[in-house]
């Protein structure tokens, strides 16, 4: 089973109520009846993710939209992103004037380790 549709099914599993967005490079995707829903509500097309479910996705720029209607029709959401997106937003959340010099070559040490793993 593919490693995205299983942490949908863990968060499903958490919370059934909350929309799972997963961060894939300039897009997010959208599975199973979370897919069903924004195909439903916004006409966004179904496809097969996997023998299991089916997805949906829109690019980055509109996630404003999507996320401010998400909202609109009650729901909850959570993002979850890919280890190359986790690692632009942890940089992008550094504080480079409080860095040391030890420490900053720790972090991009950890960041070649994982983006190393993609």
Not at 27 to 37: K, R, S, T
Not at 52 to 67: A, M, N
Not at 86 to 102: H, M, N, S, T
């Amino acid at each position: 089973m593919n490693n995205l549709y299983n942490i949908y099914l863990e968060k499903k599993s958490e919370d059934k109520n909350k929309i799972i967005l997963f961060k894939n490079g300039n897009f997010y995707i959208v599975l199973g009846e979370d897919a069903q829903m924004m195909n439903k509500e916004f006409g966004l097309k179904l496809t097969k993710f996997s023998n299991q479910t089916d997805k949906c996705g829109f690019p980055d720029s509109e996630i404003k939209k999507y996320t401010k209607f998400i909202s609109l029709l009650g729901f909850e959401y959570e993002f979850i992103l890919g280890k190359k997106d986790q690692v632009i937003e942890d940089i992008k959340a550094l504080e480079f004037d409080k860095l040391d010099g030890i420490t900053a070559i720790k972090k991009l040490k950890e960041y070649n380790e994982i983006l190393s793993e993609i």
